[in-house]
């Protein structure tokens, strides 16, 4: 009796029509949030390069990957906000994304190309120490 009653429900559900639903219009793996993603990597991955030859620190190197690529991000949702395209938050969300991915990467390649040094610490600026005789001394901090 048992397999009766669900081959029925079974064929009532099969058989019910389907509501429509409309297509989303901002899919959260759409072709534009991969160009979105790509974007943002690069020109973190860019701005990380471009800050490890201005900066000893690498935390200074990753603040400006980061800045740089959430600068265009954030300008290209306003400038979309302004009639130019179409604005989105998950556009906004894959910039991040991809920022992260960006910088992330750079600073992994530069922590296995230049290692981790006085000169050139984690995160922060070496700092210069003068002791008693009159030297300077590099210290990590």
Request: no cysteine; charged share 15%; net charge neutral.
């Amino acid at each position: 009796m048992r397999s009766v009653a669900a081959a029925a429900l079974f064929a009532v559900v099969a058989s019910s029509p389907r509501s429509a639903q409309a297509a989303d219009p901002d899919p959260w793996f759409g072709k534009d949030k991969a160009l979105h993603f790509a974007a943002t990597g690069t020109i973190a991955a860019g701005g990380y390069t471009i800050g490890a030859f201005l900066f000893d620190a690498r935390g200074h190197a990753l603040i400006l990957g980061a800045s740089l690529a959430f600068g265009v991000g954030i300008a290209k949702e306003a400038l979309d906000l302004t009639g130019f395209g179409d604005p989105s938050w998950r556009d906004l969300t894959w910039d991040g994304i991809g920022t992260v991915a960006g910088v992330a990467s750079a600073w992994a390649i530069d922590l296995l190309v230049r290692g981790v040094s006085t000169r050139h610490p984690l995160f922060v600026a070496p700092r210069v120490d003068h002791d008693g005789a009159g030297l300077t001394v590099l210290v990590r901090f």
